[in-house]
């Protein structure tokens, strides 16, 4: 582990990430059944990912590492501040390393970093949204509480053709 640990869960813990994960990073985004669900559409090397880690990470929105107790990466989890100050309103995205899929890391990540926008940050709401192939992560933001808002239809391109994407919401009053 190289990180700072910022927030901790039961079985799960939410870390800085530092240019020593650039190599697990490229290495997930990379991998056909994670970029598949991110739109990526060309190849990702390390220093596509440093320009990552400079321009991104170290921006203004919260990107952490997801990692289990024993400080093993298991993926990545974002949340982006949309519109103004006032809205508080956020996006979270994440992506799990197809080989730790399963384990719940991915689902407690999201319920760790949602409890600490409403509870830390007073955002009023998170989204997030899913490719209509992608019911893995359709069934975390459900099981979470987040309400299907609506279906913007033929949204993205990938894998040859155009699909839609699902988006989900939460209001602060909503989370349990």
């Not at 700072?4 to 997930?28: H, K, M, P, Q, S």
Request: charged share 30%; glycine share 10%; proline share 2%.
């Amino acid at each position: 582990m190289s990180g700072a640990v910022f927030l901790e869960g039961e079985n799960t813990d939410l870390r800085t990430i530092e240019e020593e994960d650039l190599e697990f990073l490229r290495n997930g985004v990379n991998h056909p059944d994670v970029r598949v669900f991110m739109g990526n559409r060309e190849p990702q090397n390390l220093d596509n990912q440093e320009e990552f880690f400079e321009e991104v990470i170290c921006g203004d929105d919260i990107h952490l590492m997801i990692c289990d107790k024993d400080g093993e990466n298991k993926g990545i989890i974002s949340l982006k501040r949309e519109g103004d100050r006032a809205e508080k309103l956020g996006e979270i995205g994440i992506w799990v390393h197809p080989k730790f899929h399963g384990y719940g890391h991915g689902s407690e990540a999201s319920e760790i970093l949602v409890e600490y926008a409403f509870e830390h940050l007073n955002y009023h709401k998170v989204y997030a949204r899913a490719y209509q192939g992608n019911r893995p992560l359709q069934k975390v933001w459900e099981s979470l509480g987040f309400t299907q808002e609506g279906v913007l239809r033929d949204h993205t391109y990938t894998q040859g053709e155009y699909i839609n994407v699902v988006y989900y919401g939460m209001l602060k009053g909503e989370h349990k």
